[in-house]
């Protein structure tokens, strides 16, 4: 079967490789269903089934419309595809500057962000700067928003604004544009195939992630960081390396990698991706709120979204630029 | 006067009757998105359930934005029959600014400055009566701090005239941080419109205490 798959046109293995993921996920959400048929004559008991299954069905939404997300992005252009992914930033950056106590000072540079540096940092993906693409952030708007700041000529709290700001945009600009970002390397033997890089990571980290859910959920240990994270435990974190890593291996075929790589690679980007996640719960505790939506607190959003994809923003760029060093790109 | 300029505004003005319902419903559909996309325009109904019932929703005032804010909020059904009260001084300015409350939002204009002659209630009277619901921002003016100001008897006035008009509170979050006062561009930042429990003049119940009351009820929303 491998090597029928091998004797594909990139294409048909991207296909292939789509029905197969739509497959599982329609298995999962069927399965999922019948057991929310079950009934439990305990009320308790039937008040936590539900619960399980309420959570649990979250969870599979998110990878649902993460998947259609990138099958979207597949079949579509590089133009919309950029587009894709810029609002994406948006929104996530929209949902993280809600939470943080901008004040009126901050106005310039909120829309300097916002509408000037999220459009010129997608335009340098699509327009292939490397080099301009990778500093322009950390370098350039790093000093310049500072100054609309300071010229709005109000010091109260400076640093803290101007460094939620600066961390939104790194996490939600800076990391998720790293995404498209992959389309652009240039692998040799490996024909322009690049969406299936893309769609590699996302599965990769998507279930590492999965995986630490469940096993914190259904396994519980004394979790490290308590007061950050309930469900952060070694052992949750250990499997969900193991399961991301071995995808990764398993989807190596498919990839300009050979297996070991493959593995070495998504272990690199399993890592980056769930502790980016726990700094963001970090992030989130500090401002009072269990989810990224603020499930009832007065500010909410039809959001949530941060919450799905701050995995992916901390994991694209690690394992961007790993393989570009490791592959000399 | 001679005939033929009569004839032009004539022209002129059939034209633009013809035409302003479909720029309306245009510039209605663009507003909702852009406001969809910057600021998620979420509601929440806490208190009471969107329905077609006559209200007056009251609400705290922080921007200008606050009008179009609640007005997304709404549901479609309920947009038609639910007429937001605004200020003439400031929304009749421009022409585009009159065009934009008459003809996509459909406001009820009332005037800040005391006139003996009229009463300025009168309006909001006649509209009640027709039997569409009222958006009322009983401040009478933006306020500048978290905590809204004194309510204005308006509030009180038309609760004991209407007193089968359910009264809902409504707290609009985060609105005055898409565009400050003195900004042009706005900023996404997600805001959301909470609406409380129905309210009522208690029998007996005075002016001051009901207005009291009130502006409590829509305080109270902001932590839910």
């Given at each position: 079967?491998?090597?029928?798959?091998?004797?594909?046109?990139?294409?048909?293995?991207?296909?292939?490789?789509?029905?197969?993921?739509?497959?599982?996920?329609?298995?999962?959400?069927?399965?999922?269903?019948?057991?929310?048929?079950?009934?439990?004559?305990?009320?308790?008991?039937?008040?936590?089934?539900?619960?399980?299954?309420?959570?649990?069905?979250?969870?599979?939404?998110?990878?649902?419309?993460?998947?259609?997300?990138?099958?979207?992005?597949?079949?579509?252009?590089?133009?919309?595809?950029?587009?894709?992914?810029?609002?994406?930033?948006?929104?996530?950056?929209?949902?993280?500057?809600?939470?943080?106590?901008?004040?009126?000072?901050?106005?310039?540079?909120?829309?300097?962000?916002?509408?000037?540096?999220?459009?010129?940092?997608?335009?340098?993906?699509?327009?292939?700067?490397?080099?301009?693409?990778?500093?322009?952030?950390?370098?350039?708007?790093?000093?310049?928003?500072?100054?609309?700041?300071?010229?709005?000529?109000?010091?109260?709290?400076?640093?803290?604004?101007?460094?939620?700001?600066?961390?939104?945009?790194?996490?939600?600009?800076?990391?998720?544009?790293?995404?498209?970002?992959?389309?652009?390397?240039?692998?040799?033997?490996?024909?322009?195939?690049?969406?299936?890089?893309?769609?590699?990571?996302?599965?990769?980290?998507?279930?590492?992630?999965?995986?630490?859910?469940?096993?914190?959920?259904?396994?519980?240990?004394?979790?490290?960081?308590?007061?950050?994270?309930?469900?952060?435990?070694?052992?949750?974190?250990?499997?969900?390396?193991?399961?991301?890593?071995?995808?990764?291996?398993?989807?190596?075929?498919?990839?300009?990698?050979?297996?070991?790589?493959?593995?070495?690679?998504?272990?690199?980007?399993?890592?980056?991706?769930?502790?980016?996640?726990?700094?963001?719960?970090?992030?989130k505790r500090d401002r009072g709120i269990p989810i990224w939506r603020g499930q009832g607190k007065s500010v909410t959003g039809a959001g949530g979204m941060l919450d799905r994809i701050d995995s992916l923003c901390f994991a694209a760029p690690v394992f961007f630029h790993s393989v570009r060093w490791y592959f000399g790109l | 006067m001679s005939p033929a300029p009569r004839a032009e505004t004539h022209w002129r003005s059939r034209a633009v009757a013809r035409v302003s319902p479909l720029a309306a419903t245009v510039v209605s559909l663009f507003l909702l998105g852009l406001i969809r996309v910057l600021t998620g325009a979420q509601a929440r109904w806490w208190g009471c359930p969107p329905k077609a019932e006559q209200r007056i929703y009251f609400a705290n005032h922080q921007s200008h934005a606050d009008l179009v804010m609640i007005w997304a909020a709404l549901p479609k059904e309920l947009r038609r029959s639910t007429r937001a009260v605004a200020a003439r001084e400031y929304w009749t300015k421009s022409s585009l600014k009159r065009w934009i409350t008459t003809a996509v939002f459909n406001v009820i204009y009332v005037s800040r400055e005391r006139n003996a002659s009229e009463d300025p209630l009168e309006p909001l009277i006649e509209a009640l009566a027709d039997g569409d619901s009222l958006i009322l921002f009983p401040e009478g003016t933006r306020g500048h701090f978290d905590e809204p100001q004194a309510f204005k008897a308006g509030l009180y006035n038309l609760a004991l005239k209407f007193p089968q008009v359910e009264l809902i509170p409504a707290w609009i979050a985060n609105v005055q941080r898409v565009m400050p006062k003195g900004e042009v561009v706005p900023v996404p930042v997600l805001c959301s419109v909470t609406f409380g429990a129905p309210m009522q003049v208690l029998p007996g119940e005075d002016c001051h205490a009901f207005l009291q009351r009130a502006r409590s009820a829509v305080i109270g929303l902001r932590d839910i």
């Open positions: 079967m491998y090597d029928t798959l091998k004797n594909l046109s990139p294409a048909q293995q991207v296909g292939a490789m789509f029905v197969l993921v739509f497959g599982l996920l329609l298995l999962a959400s069927l399965s999922l269903f019948l057991l929310s048929m079950r009934e439990h004559e305990d009320g308790q008991k039937q008040q936590i089934h539900q619960e399980r299954i309420g959570n649990l069905s979250d969870l599979l939404r998110t990878s649902w419309a993460l998947i259609f997300v990138f099958w979207v992005a597949w079949l579509t252009s590089d133009i919309t595809r950029l587009v894709l992914f810029a609002l994406g930033s948006f929104f996530a950056l929209r949902e993280f500057l809600t939470l943080s106590p901008t004040r009126q000072g901050d106005h310039r540079s909120l829309v300097l962000a916002f509408f000037v540096v999220l459009p010129f940092q997608y335009y340098l993906v699509g327009t292939e700067h490397f080099d301009l693409f990778t500093v322009f952030i950390p370098v350039y708007v790093f000093l310049a928003l500072p100054v609309a700041s300071a010229l709005a000529n109000d010091p109260v709290r400076f640093l803290e604004r101007n460094a939620k700001l600066q961390w939104g945009i790194m996490v939600c600009i800076y990391g998720m544009s790293h995404v498209p970002a992959l389309m652009l390397l240039d692998f040799p033997r490996y024909d322009k195939q690049n969406a299936f890089l893309v769609l590699f990571l996302v599965l990769v980290v998507q279930t590492c992630m999965v995986t630490q859910h469940l096993v914190a959920r259904y396994r519980p240990r004394p979790p490290m960081a308590p007061n950050i994270s309930q469900s952060f435990t070694w052992q949750s974190w250990g499997w969900g390396m193991a399961a991301g890593s071995l995808l990764g291996a398993l989807l190596a075929g498919i990839t300009p990698f050979m297996p070991g790589q493959a593995f070495g690679l998504s272990l690199i980007a399993c890592v980056a991706g769930s502790l980016g996640h726990l700094v963001m719960k970090a992030l | -």
